[in-house]
């Protein structure tokens, strides 16, 4: 099954930071909210210029609704510390967050190639976990472009869409599902997707290739194996019912929901598939100073 990579945009999907922050928690208030104090999480240490303004505004909300509004203060890298606990809040109206959007000027992918090259070094580039599709797309995508760009790691993506959000990088590479809530609320922009074609879920969409980036392709893929000496037959009949499986269109549905397309192939295919990606990748991990594990 092949993964279409996708959200700052790649099929992994590059995407940039788009608009207006929506809501991070949205509920119908009730008739008497709040009934007791309403938590304000700033991003920011105490005493700054957002500190200040949010304990102004605070302290009139809680004069004119009745109830206490209180600053608490979690600064962290990214706004990462925050955010997750504005995220992981009941979205019950008793936590809020303070935040601050970058409109991205960046609407295409050669928007950003034409910024990054006359602006060397100045741009970044988000991904997670060092050594993953993602990432490794994001090295792939800096050298085939030819690109002075910094790659930061992030440990999930949620993080990236946050530092993405903040402008701490101007570009993300990503799988489309996790992604999929932040691009229908017009978070982030997609401006392009890794394949070497237009993907279903995102048709109008255009691929790396059509941003002037011609060859570039980052696919990731699962595969069943058995171990080596395992009967002929017994691959045959799994290889023919995992065929028939996704085929099913219902299954074909669900993966396309994913930002997956079902396909299988047969198990001349796979190796081929395998052992071309092995020397891919090699190159691009040694090209890019990744420490083997």
Do not use: C
């Not at 969409?205 to 595969?223: F, K, L, R, S």
């Amino acid at each position: 099954m092949t993964h279409r990579l996708t959200r700052r945009a790649f099929n992994t999907a590059a995407i940039v930071a788009a608009g207006a922050l929506a809501p991070l928690r949205s509920g119908r208030a009730q008739p008497s909210y709040p009934t007791r104090p309403v938590r304000v999480i700033l991003p920011f240490a105490a005493g700054g210029q957002a500190d200040i303004t949010a304990r102004l505004v605070a302290e009139r909300l809680g004069e004119k609704l009745g109830q206490r509004f209180v600053i608490e203060n979690q600064a962290g890298p990214g706004g990462i510390v925050a955010a997750r606990s504005v995220l992981s809040a009941p979205p019950d109206g008793y936590t809020l967050g303070l935040a601050t959007n970058f409109e991205s000027p960046f609407h295409t992918l050669a928007d950003f190639i034409k910024a990054a090259r006359e602006a060397p070094g100045k741009l970044n580039l988000g991904a997670i976990s060092i050594g993953s599709t993602q990432e490794l797309g994001a090295e792939l995508f800096k050298a085939t472009a030819k690109l002075d760009v910094q790659i930061i790691p992030y440990r999930t993506t949620p993080d990236v869409i946050v530092g993405l959000i903040r402008n701490d990088v101007q570009l993300m590479v990503d799988f489309y599902a996790p992604m999929e809530s932040a691009l229908e609320q017009n978070r982030i922009r997609a401006v392009a997707t890794s394949g070497l074609t237009r993907a279903e879920y995102l048709p109008a969409v255009p691929v790396v290739g059509e941003a002037g980036v011609p060859g570039y392709e980052v696919t990731a893929w699962n595969g069943l194996f058995a171990p080596k000496g395992t009967s002929p037959a017994i691959v045959e009949l799994l290889n023919r019912a995992v065929r028939d499986i996704v085929a099913i269109p219902d299954i074909k549905m669900r993966f396309a929901s994913l930002g997956i397309e079902a396909k299988a192939s047969t198990p001349e295919e796979f190796k081929a598939r395998m052992q071309s990606d092995v020397g891919k990748w090699a190159a691009v991990i040694e090209r890019a100073g990744i420490p083997k594990q």
